[in-house]
């Protein structure tokens, strides 16, 4: 694999009117320019379509809707084998593709068939300099102190995979509309892939990662996931039980015996809350976030993961 190893770059949009073209623009600016650009839309009605082909992208339709149909279809439709994948609210580095392509030549002996790239969040976009905005968002500091990470997940939004290895692997599950990267990435690991966490292949968030409706998707697609991989993700599934068991307990017991429905409260969100502490206590998150990340989240999916456990039963999954 070389620098001149050709890259097919994949978009999945849904009514992107707003930020596509300016993630097509940083993708025609890179200094290692892909060799085709694929938008997979999903049934937008917006201009999304429109855009796209002005900046001279390939429009393929994702009719069976949600993320992971919309990536399956972009790796089934990329013409080469070095596959990179971009969100549609999200700009890319100068330099993302010519990083991805370096990362892939300097790991090529470790068995790197994936990697992920470093996610920076702007909360507003300069609609008239898209370039002043990457300008000055760059930080050479932070990008020379990160370093290459080996990691059994990377976020799908700056994604790279062999299209060759997806395919053995069974590709992205279209029944995921969400979570389907951490799926993926599961199933790599489980082939004794590598994945490779690169900090100097960059792409710049446009909006927070974090909300209720996100934190809702997230708590829905990891709930799908741990009924997925319920042998596997034991732990993880068990413990998602527990909680609701010890909630119902002592909203039942609420009356009868406060006390012991507060212990078991209790119980519950003490657990959470140390969880939480450890991510602000090591810096890698805020109070806010560690509340979303932390709280939220895990409470709807420890709810949800009984719904689907029933729901999602005879579901012939993607492996």
Same mark, same amino acid.
Request: with cysteine; net charge positive; hydrophobic share 40%.
């Given at each position: 694999m070389t620098s001149n190893s050709k890259v097919s770059v994949v978009i999945i949009a849904k009514n992107a009117e707003r930020t596509i073209g300016y993630t097509l623009k940083s993708l025609l600016k890179q200094t290692r320019k892909p060799d085709e650009i694929i938008v997979v839309d999903d049934s937008s009605n917006d201009r999304t379509i429109e855009i796209a082909r002005e900046y001279g992208a390939r429009v393929?339709?994702? #009719?069976?809707? *949600?993320?992971?149909?919309?990536?399956?279809?972009?790796?089934?439709? +990329? @013409?080469?084998?070095?596959?990179?994948?971009?969100?549609?609210?999200?700009?890319?580095?100068?330099?993302?593709?010519?990083?991805?392509?370096?990362?892939?030549?300097?790991?090529?002996?470790?068995?790197?068939?994936?990697?992920?790239g470093k996610v920076e969040v702007i909360k507003r976009i300069d609609y008239v300099d898209i370039h002043g905005v990457l300008r000055s968002l760059k930080n050479e500091r932070t990008v020379k102190e990160d370093k290459y990470l080996f990691v059994n997940y990377v976020r799908p939004a700056a994604f790279s995979i062999l299209k060759k290895i997806a395919l053995e692997v069974g590709n992205f599950d279209e029944n995921l509309r969400i979570m389907e990267g951490l799926d993926l990435c599961f199933r790599l690991s489980e082939r004794g892939y590598k994945i490779l966490?690169?900090?100097?292949?960059?792409? #710049?968030?446009? *909006?927070?990662?974090?909300?209720?409706?996100?934190?809702?998707?997230? +708590? @829905?697609?990891l709930s799908m996931i741990m009924v997925k991989y319920k042998s596997i993700y034991k732990s993880w599934y068990f413990m998602g039980l527990i909680h609701v068991a010890l909630i119902l307990s002592a909203i039942l017991l609420l009356f009868l015996n406060p006390l012991l429905s507060a212990i078991l409260i209790g119980a519950s969100i003490a657990h959470r809350i140390y969880r939480a502490f450890l991510k602000i206590r090591k810096g890698k998150m805020s109070l806010i976030e560690a509340l979303i990340d932390d709280f939220l989240i895990p409470y709807i999916t420890y709810f949800l993961i009984p719904y689907y456990t029933l729901k999602l039963r005879n579901i012939s999954w993607r492996y």
């Open positions: 393929v339709h994702n #009719y069976l809707g *949600g993320c992971g149909a919309g990536r399956r279809i972009g790796v089934e439709e +990329a @013409k080469y084998d070095i596959t990179v994948f971009i969100d549609a609210d999200c700009i890319a580095h100068p330099k993302f593709i010519e990083e991805i392509l370096k990362a892939y030549k300097l790991f090529m002996k470790e068995n790197v068939v994936a990697q992920g966490y690169n900090p100097r292949a960059i792409v #710049y968030h446009i *909006g927070s990662l974090r909300s209720i409706k996100r934190a809702l998707r997230n +708590a @829905k697609g």
